[in-house]
């Protein structure tokens, strides 16, 4: 006969009247690694924190193959979302409070996930704030703790910044396992989009100009 007892503590940080949450952090092995997980939005108050969303379910399930022993999840928004939100509802970014994690004196022992996902991958304003974070992270020197997360069956470029919802959806029986974070690609590709719709948006005005032109 054998006896196993598993122990998690866990604490929230998030603004009093519950609308934005900050930061979930599980606390499970002492002897385990840190890591810092970033998602796009939370969907947990601070007051339910005890509970689990799907995407944490999953990555609970799946720390054992990453070795850690704490595990901090934060997001580009702050602002609680119970459902697929709209571009408005996002308009609490979470990069102050996120810098300070990457001031804390034992960071570079920290594997760093970026777990965002694909969703308001054309959005300009989250295209922005995920530059903004990749520049800090690069700022700082911590470009080599920055990982993402992978499963067989997926090619690399599927597994850049993937979620963990879809990671769980369709590979939960996988062995999941962290690979380097492209940060230099990742950055040069954002800021192309973001010149990108720069340009687009100079083409619309010019067209606008061109119209009004003509019907004077």
Known sequence: MIKNEFVMSVAALGTDDGKNTY???RKWDEKGKKAVVIELY?????ENCGILDSSTMYLLNHVKD???????????????ISNKPSVKE??????AYIEEIFEEEDIHTYDIVIAWGNSLSSHQNTIKTKIDLLSILERKGLSK???CI?????NTKQSVGIHPLYLGLHCSKDKWQLS???LKESLNELKKCVKG?????????KKEEDKQNKSK
Not at 42 to 46: A, D, G, L, R
Not at 197 to 203: D, I, L, R, W
Request: glycine letters at 6%; zero cysteines.
């Open 180 to 182: 380097e974070y492209p």
């Open 150 to 154: 992978t499963a067989s069956g997926l």
């Open 42 to 46: 939370p969907t947990i108050t601070v």
């Open 197 to 205: 719709a720069k340009t687009e948006n100079k083409k619309k005005l």
């Open 145 to 147: 703790n920055v990982k």
């Open 90 to 95: 996002l308009n609490h970014d979470s990069l």
């Open 66 to 80: 990453f070795g850690w022993g704490e595990m901090r999840v934060v997001n580009l928004y702050a602002t609680v």
């Open 23 to 25: 930061e979930i952090r």
